[in-house]
């Protein structure tokens, strides 16, 4: 059987989590999926590095006591992510730190290092697809690796794969979709009679929102998953500057109440629809949605897509949008869809 | 280029448009798919059957006028089903035919002779899959082709190979669906406030619903769907008899009055659950969902499946339930998924 050496940089949330399904479920695993997993490298910006050839120690490394680093157990306090993505023996670079939404670095960096050194590499990061998408595909292209980022969009929920494997025969012509669940919860509060800043402190609350909300509530977020979802299934070739970005932030609870007696409900809604000219135009924008909308009914934290297809006309998934197991199921089906693709290949030889 | 031959049994709506999809789009189709369709042979109740080996000319096929039958175009009058399918030069055999609902004929025979000789099948019938599911992909197997049936449940929706590819990796426990259009859209039409038997007629008078509506109505047509999911992708290995239905025609307006002031809506489901013994507990009800529930908002004709799965929670899809194009797309999904699978099952040689 095969199995995949893999690295995880960045040990946070995410990483930790997929260490965690590894170590409790492997077995079943690589009889159910047909390969397995073994963790070669770790990398965290607190931990340090830990590098094993022959495969790390995973309770040890889920277990370390609360001020304990990898340094204490034959790994390196400080952490040079470049070594280790370039140098370690890993098949399967597993990105999870974060992104600085300017340049998304340093995820992008990670990303090129890894695909330059001939790893495949599966990100949960938007920033790396998002602003540097088409250089990364192509990069990877040229390497003969995969580069893979199911959970950039709605954490695990199916969505890019979704749409480029389900969706073969169709015309793909426009998508919408309610791609943050902080903002939508927050709009349902507010629906419930909350004023919006209690519905921004019950959604901190709950870990919903983050001690700075902007990203959530203006649309940011949003953006760069429209741009994503725009370029990968609608290759629109834009950029974030042709996203318009519109927040909630000026929705008020009048404008709700008014929605509510005509039949509409308010919704953080990111959209992209091809044109007539071939040209595509993407947004995200608050917007009343009728009731018989297939993106009205969507409520809380939850996530979805609807697709726009020639033959089936309208197309919705829905799910979770968030969460650390749902975000680490994201990159084990991304390992999964390579898994998938090699066999395809070898079928070509 | 690989190209498939296949054979259309039936030639009424479905596979009329899939001949018409392949005479419009054949060539994209090519280039998008990466394999040709050929149309070998065609049979019909009504039409008799035009075989050619060489390709049937389906501009003449689908421009007959209106009493002109394949016999005036070097076919055969009558219709040996039996013979055509089990001696043509297909690769594919698409079912499209009709279901008796006690036995699954004809279209189970179509399905079976198909197997026996060789041929691939895709279906859009429930029949052959609900009551001959087991015995019918064990003769597949055994003769090293395919039976696919994404048809059989919401149409070119993708829904069981969603399940069966989207979720690697992940265990499925529970599905709950609003699987029929006409109830759906005759329990929306009660919310608005008119009465059953007049909801009834006009989705009769929009094509929804048939001159007899028992089978959509009393819940007969999702408990079929329902058997089906369940042995697909639960493995629960029931039968029909084993899935409790109860139809739409108890729910009165005063129901539907009171559930809206509860803040709850009136929904026909179809679920099945695996319980902690192993054993699977399948059904059919109208049922008052709260609002926020995944299917609650689902309006119209629209069908929905939602699924519960461990890492990600409840996952849900939205799409067409019925419809000409979007069932014959279901057959081309079907194919497409053969020739995936060929390719990937050539490179384990």
């Known amino acids: 059987m095969t199995t995949y050496d893999i ?48 495969g790390v120690d995973l309770p040890l490394a889920l277990n370390l006591a609360g001020s304990e680093t990898f340094a204490e157990h ?4 400080d952490t040079n992510n470049e070594s280790v ?17 300017d340049d998304g670095e340093p995820a992008v960096s990670h990303v090129r290092w890894a695909l330059e050194s001939g790893k495949s590499v599966c990100t949960t ?19 003969g690796v995969h580069f893979e980022f199911e ?49 921004i402190q019950e959604a901190q609350a709950l870990g919903y929102a983050e001690a700075n909300p902007a990203a959530d509530i203006e649309g940011y977020d949003v953006q760069l998953k429209v741009l994503i979802l725009a370029n990968e299934l609608l290759e629109a070739g834009i950029e974030l500057k042709d996203v318009q970005r519109k927040g909630i932030s000026t929705v008020t609870r009048e404008d709700l109440r008014k929605a509510s007696q005509e039949g509409r409900r308010w919704k953080l809604v990111g959209s ?19 009731l018989d909308h297939g993106l009205a009914g969507i409520s809380g934290a ?48």
Do not use: W
């Open 7 to 54: 690295a995880l940089i960045g040990f946070g949330g995410v990483n930790r989590t997929l260490a965690e399904l590894i170590a409790a479920r492997g077995e079943a695993l690589n009889s159910e999926l047909g390969f397995g997993l073994r963790v070669v490298a770790i990398t965290d910006l607190r931990l340090g590095s830990l590098v094993r050839p022959e």
């Open 74 to 77: 034959g790994g390196s306090a």
């Open 85 to 101: 993505i370039r140098t370690c023996t890993a098949d399967i670079i597993c990105e999870a730190t974060f992104t600085n939404p």
């Open 125 to 143: 990061n938007k920033g790396p697809v998002a602003l540097r998408g088409a250089e990364l595909t192509s990069l990877a292209e040229q390497n």
């Open 151 to 199: 959970g950039a969009v709605m954490s695990g929920t199916p969505v890019i794969r979704l749409a480029k494997k389900m969706f073969a025969g169709l015309k793909l012509n426009a998508f919408e979709g309610i791609l943050n669940g902080t903002s939508n919860y927050v709009l349902g509060r507010m629906e419930a009679g909350l004023d919006f800043e209690a519905a």
């Open 272 to 290: 992209a629809r091809r044109n007539p000219d071939g040209t595509v135009t993407a947004g995200v924008a608050p917007t009343a949605l009728p």
């Open 302 to 349: 939850t996530n979805a897509a609807s697709f726009d297809t020639d033959l089936l006309g309208p197309v919705t998934v829905s799910g979770p949008g968030a969460g650390r197991v749902e975000t680490a199921y994201a990159l084990l089906s991304d390992i999964i869809a390579m898994h998938a693709a090699k066999a395809g290949a070898a079928a070509h030889v």
